[in-house]
Protein backbone atom coordinates (compact mmCIF):
# COMPACT_ATOMS: atom_id res chain seq x y z
CA UNK A 1 0.00 0.00 0.00
CA UNK A 2 1.21 3.39 -1.08
CA UNK A 3 2.04 5.72 2.12
CA UNK A 4 3.14 9.72 1.36
CA UNK A 5 3.74 11.58 3.91
CA UNK A 6 4.73 15.26 4.30
CA UNK A 7 6.66 17.32 6.67
CA UNK A 8 8.85 20.77 7.03
CA UNK A 9 5.98 22.81 7.02
CA UNK A 10 5.46 25.98 9.26
CA UNK A 11 5.18 29.71 9.36
CA UNK A 12 8.34 31.83 7.49
CA UNK A 13 8.25 35.67 6.58
CA UNK A 14 8.16 37.02 3.14
CA UNK A 15 11.44 36.52 1.20
CA UNK A 16 12.42 33.02 3.45
CA UNK A 17 12.89 29.74 2.32
CA UNK A 18 11.65 26.24 2.95
CA UNK A 19 11.70 22.50 2.08
CA UNK A 20 9.14 20.05 2.33
CA UNK A 21 9.32 16.83 2.13
CA UNK A 22 7.39 13.80 1.14
CA UNK A 23 8.08 10.25 2.17
CA UNK A 24 7.02 7.57 -0.30
CA UNK A 25 6.89 3.83 0.97
CA UNK A 26 5.03 0.77 -0.22
CA UNK A 27 5.95 -0.02 -3.56
CA UNK A 28 8.84 0.66 -6.18
CA UNK A 29 8.06 4.27 -7.49
CA UNK A 30 10.24 4.18 -10.66
CA UNK A 31 7.09 4.14 -12.54
CA UNK A 32 5.20 7.17 -10.60
CA UNK A 33 4.80 10.53 -11.54
CA UNK A 34 5.16 12.62 -8.27
CA UNK A 35 3.40 15.88 -7.97
CA UNK A 36 3.14 18.34 -5.00
CA UNK A 37 0.09 20.50 -4.87
CA UNK A 38 -1.21 22.91 -2.58
CA UNK A 39 -4.42 24.81 -1.30
CA UNK A 40 -5.06 27.98 0.08
CA UNK A 41 -8.01 28.45 2.77
CA UNK A 42 -11.19 28.20 0.85
CA UNK A 43 -9.83 27.80 -2.70
CA UNK A 44 -9.53 24.72 -4.95
CA UNK A 45 -6.16 22.28 -5.19
CA UNK A 46 -3.94 23.50 -7.53
CA UNK A 47 -0.93 21.97 -9.15
CA UNK A 48 2.45 23.39 -7.80
CA UNK A 49 5.17 21.07 -9.95
CA UNK A 50 5.87 17.38 -10.41
CA UNK A 51 8.78 15.10 -10.92
CA UNK A 52 9.33 11.81 -12.81
CA UNK A 53 10.60 9.69 -10.75
CA UNK A 54 12.47 7.82 -13.31
CA UNK A 55 14.79 10.41 -15.52
CA UNK A 56 13.84 13.21 -12.55
CA UNK A 57 11.68 15.48 -15.81
CA UNK A 58 10.35 18.17 -13.85
CA UNK A 59 7.03 20.46 -14.46
CA UNK A 60 6.12 23.52 -12.75
CA UNK A 61 3.00 26.07 -12.79
CA UNK A 62 3.24 29.29 -13.94
CA UNK A 63 2.71 30.89 -10.36
CA UNK A 64 6.29 29.32 -9.01
CA UNK A 65 8.32 28.89 -12.09
CA UNK A 66 11.77 30.01 -10.85
CA UNK A 67 10.73 30.21 -7.16
CA UNK A 68 10.55 26.30 -6.66
CA UNK A 69 11.91 23.27 -7.14
CA UNK A 70 11.55 19.25 -7.16
CA UNK A 71 14.07 17.04 -6.68
CA UNK A 72 14.00 13.43 -5.36
CA UNK A 73 16.10 11.25 -3.24
CA UNK A 74 16.11 7.35 -4.54
CA UNK A 75 18.12 6.65 -1.81
CA UNK A 76 15.67 7.87 0.74
CA UNK A 77 12.41 7.51 -1.18
CA UNK A 78 12.03 11.29 -0.72
CA UNK A 79 10.77 13.67 -2.91
CA UNK A 80 11.10 17.55 -1.76
CA UNK A 81 9.89 20.93 -3.10
CA UNK A 82 12.55 23.23 -2.03
CA UNK A 83 10.92 26.86 -1.93
CA UNK A 84 12.06 29.68 -2.02
CA UNK A 85 11.54 33.90 -2.06
CA UNK A 86 7.96 32.99 -0.36
CA UNK A 87 5.37 35.44 -0.83
CA UNK A 88 1.81 35.30 1.53
CA UNK A 89 0.04 34.34 -1.56
CA UNK A 90 2.08 31.13 -1.41
CA UNK A 91 0.02 30.43 1.88
CA UNK A 92 -1.32 26.80 1.60
CA UNK A 93 -1.58 23.43 2.91
CA UNK A 94 0.84 21.54 0.49
CA UNK A 95 0.52 18.00 -0.59
CA UNK A 96 2.15 15.43 -2.03
CA UNK A 97 0.72 12.89 -4.40
CA UNK A 98 1.54 10.12 -6.85
CA UNK A 99 0.67 9.09 -9.93
CA UNK A 100 0.99 5.02 -11.48
CA UNK A 101 2.40 5.60 -14.89
CA UNK A 102 0.45 3.39 -17.56
CA UNK A 103 1.44 4.82 -20.77
CA UNK A 104 -1.62 6.80 -21.79
CA UNK A 105 -2.21 10.04 -22.12
CA UNK A 106 -2.98 12.46 -18.56
CA UNK A 107 -2.65 16.22 -17.51
CA UNK A 108 -0.07 15.62 -14.57
CA UNK A 109 -1.80 19.46 -13.08
CA UNK A 110 -4.98 17.76 -13.09
CA UNK A 111 -5.32 16.27 -9.19
CA UNK A 112 -7.75 13.98 -10.47
CA UNK A 113 -5.12 11.91 -11.84
CA UNK A 114 -3.37 11.13 -9.04
CA UNK A 115 -4.12 8.25 -6.88
CA UNK A 116 -2.51 8.33 -4.00
CA UNK A 117 -1.90 11.72 -1.58
CA UNK A 118 -0.67 12.65 1.43
CA UNK A 119 -1.82 14.41 4.65
CA UNK A 120 -0.80 17.78 3.93
CA UNK A 121 1.34 20.34 5.59
CA UNK A 122 0.78 23.78 6.11
CA UNK A 123 3.45 26.84 4.65
CA UNK A 124 2.30 30.19 6.12
CA UNK A 125 3.68 32.87 5.03
CA UNK A 126 3.81 35.96 7.06
CA UNK A 127 4.01 39.56 4.96
Known amino acids: QVQLVESGGGLVQTGDSLRLSCAAS????????MGWFRQPPGKERNFVGA????????YYGDSVKGRFTISRDSTKNTVYLHMNSLKPEDTAVYYC????????????????????WGQGTQVTVSS
Open 97 to 116: AARYLTGSYYSQTNPANYGY
Open 26 to 33: GRTFSNYL
Open 51 to 58: IMWSGGYT
